[in-house]
């Protein structure tokens, strides 16, 4: 039976009904923003990667790699500033002395292992190595390779320097792992002045014991992102800039 409310909605019970969060007024300009993409890596986004006994079926139900290569492809088309933040383990790595949970978790499936910063001896085809449907959005000489990140966030890489070089002030943030690097980097970024949008299902998380990483890290997105979009609407948002960018020209043209 449905519960009865008064005139302006509440519930006549007594309980209260759960304070919404205000809009963040957020306008996407395309012009200072940069699509950034955490992780696109095998081991998280392969069947065969180490990863996929945990991210796999996050993964496969948001259809995560068709969503990125979307995004890799608006990008793309529009000419917008693309960067990429990797994670890559070298032999000095394994030997950290402490870690929390999701670390240990990475290290003891050798996730993201490279032999060697100087050297991309044996990493073709590895985990380590980009998916390889989104190798020509990442290898095609435009996009930003950041250095790589080292635990979750980007303070120990060279993100944020490559962004700010280019005048970059808004992101559009998608990629691997939704409640670990994803958001880590979101933190980072907001605390260095970007605007930060996430897209929710470009994106996924882990499903252990403990809970789902994925459905953990989108209430926090709710409360910390500036926007949250679905990829349908960031690749229109992307691609309707340029519409807007030459429907503005085409007015100036015919009011001269």
Not at 19 to 33: C, E, K, M, Q
């Amino acid at each position: 039976m449905s519960e009865e409310s008064s005139g302006n909605g509440s519930p006549t019970d007594g309980s209260l009904a759960a304070p919404a969060l205000p809009d963040s007024g957020f306008v996407f300009d395309r012009d200072r923003a940069a699509l950034v993409v955490i992780d696109p890596q095998n081991d998280f986004l392969s069947a065969n990667g180490a990863g996929w006994p945990f991210f796999g079926q996050s993964v496969t139900e948001n259809n995560v790699v068709a969503n990125l290569t979307r995004l890799f492809e608006a990008a793309e088309s529009t000419g917008m500033t693309v960067a990429v933040s990797p994670h890559y383990d070298y032999p000095a790595d394994w030997e950290w002395r402490f870690g929390g949970p999701g670390e240990q978790l990475l290290k003891a499936i050798r996730m993201f292992e490279r032999s060697g910063p100087l050297t991309v001896e044996g990493l073709e085809g590895s985990g380590a190595d980009f998916l390889e449907q989104l190798k020509q959005f990442i290898l095609g000489g435009s996009a930003i390779i950041a250095s790589p990140h080292k635990v979750w966030g980007p303070e120990s890489n060279d993100l944020t320097l490559q962004l700010r070089k280019r005048g970059v002030s808004q992101i559009v943030l998608a990629g691997m792992a939704a409640n670990l690097c994803v958001e880590s980097h979101l933190r980072h970024l907001l605390e260095e002045g970007f605007q930060v949008v996430v897209v929710r299902d470009a994106t996924a998380g882990a499903r252990v014991a403990t809970g789902d990483g994925y459905l953990a890290a989108l209430t926090n997105y709710s409360f910390l992102a500036n926007a949250v979009w679905a990829t349908e609407e960031a690749v229109s948002q992307i691609r309707d800039a340029e519409q807007r960018s030459t429907v503005s020209v085409d007015d100036l043209v015919a009011t001269t």
